[in-house]
């Protein structure tokens, strides 16, 4: 029996004591309601007023089995709220410990610091890739939240550098300042440009002159989710079957309509192979929609003489299986080091 039944137990065992104490007394001694539960309540407690009335023999009997009862009760009970709060700070301590244990093995992992509506959103997406994560949050009353979404979490500030560095940031591969604040997000770009000059760092901003003062921080990218929103819906009634379509393939709402980036590395059985040898059209039934160079060129539909080369993306559409195939072909080094 675990220690919350424990308690939830002892709530019941007392509630049935007193019931048995009042019936006791009012069958052996014949007192009303009133006094057969002020003595059950007396004797329980060991207080050791004075009797009500007087007893009869039998009386006093039941009543030195209702002081052994009662004192074997409250001594159950002192235990079992003992073993609640230690074995309660204990599974957080445990806890703890265990989640700083996994954040202490991450590599080229992603800080995400706020776990709001935008933080939400952009765990609930990468998880699907999946990335591996580590959210900073302040605000305890998203940590439940946090648990049973079962993220690797640092619970405070994330613009104190030592909870930053808790959270891995001179392993991380990049961070995502998405605090409430633009005040917030500068700053935190600041600390955590400091603390790793080579991090890749997205940051969000709600204004044109917070963005100005984001990429002087240190920001690589600024987004303003605002201006993101409003291009998105003037979009839907410029291009409503275009959008759609992105929204498809984007939101993994349809497993036949599927867009992913898939980067070559250098030992892929593909590399130096043009497109029409390549067979991925035939093999996995899919469009390949762009190729990015090494050198960030981006060639769009690209030619079936185009050659596949180590260190190029490949953007493609198809169904997720396919794609999934096609990614362990075009990077079988991530799959060895999964």
């Not at 220690?3 to 048995?20: A, E, Y």
């Not at 989710?225 to 939101?251: C, H, K, W």
Request: charged share 20%.
């Amino acid at each position: 029996m675990n220690s919350t039944r424990h308690l939830i137990f002892s709530v019941f065992l007392i509630v049935f004591i007193i019931i048995l104490g009042v019936t006791g007394y009012m069958m052996i001694e014949g007192w009303n309601l009133l006094d057969a539960l002020y003595m059950t309540v007396e004797t329980l407690t060991t207080v050791g007023y004075n009797e009500v009335h007087e007893m009869t023999r039998m009386g006093r009997i039941f009543t030195i089995l209702l002081i052994c009862i009662g004192v074997a009760f409250f001594l159950y009970v002192a235990g079992a709220v003992v073993q609640f709060m230690v074995e309660g700070r204990i599974r957080t301590i445990l806890g703890r410990r265990r989640l700083d244990k996994k954040i202490d093995r991450l590599k080229n992992h992603y800080i995400i610091c706020g776990y709001g509506r935008i933080g939400k959103v952009l765990c609930k997406m990468l998880l699907r890739k999946p990335f591996d994560l580590v959210v900073v949050e302040k605000d305890p009353e998203l940590i439940p939240g946090m648990d049973a979404d079962k993220i690797l979490y640092v619970s405070g500030d994330a613009t104190n550098e030592e909870n930053l560095l808790k959270a891995g940031m001179k392993r991380a591969k990049g961070l995502i300042a998405a605090l409430a604040t633009d005040t917030a997000n500068v700053f935190l770009v600041l600390t955590a440009r400091q603390l790793n000059p080579d991090l890749y760092i997205i940051a969000r901003a709600s204004s044109n002159d917070s963005k100005n003062k984001l990429h002087a921080a240190g920001a690589n990218k600024v987004e303003l989710p605002y201006d993101m929103g409003a291009v998105s819906m003037a979009q839907r009634i410029i291009r409503p079957t275009v959008t759609n379509f992105l929204e498809l393939a984007f939101t993994h709402r349809r497993k036949d309509i599927q867009m992913e980036e898939m980067p070559v590395h250098s030992s892929s059985d593909l590399v130096n192979v043009m497109l029409k040898d390549s067979g991925i059209r035939q093999q996995f039934n899919l469009i390949i929609i762009a190729i990015k160079k090494l050198d960030g060129n981006m060639l769009f539909n690209p030619s079936f003489e185009t050659v596949i080369e180590g260190g190029d993306t490949v953007i493609a559409v198809g169904q997720e299986n396919n794609l999934q195939q096609l990614e362990k072909i075009l990077n079988p080094g991530r799959q060895e080091l999964a």
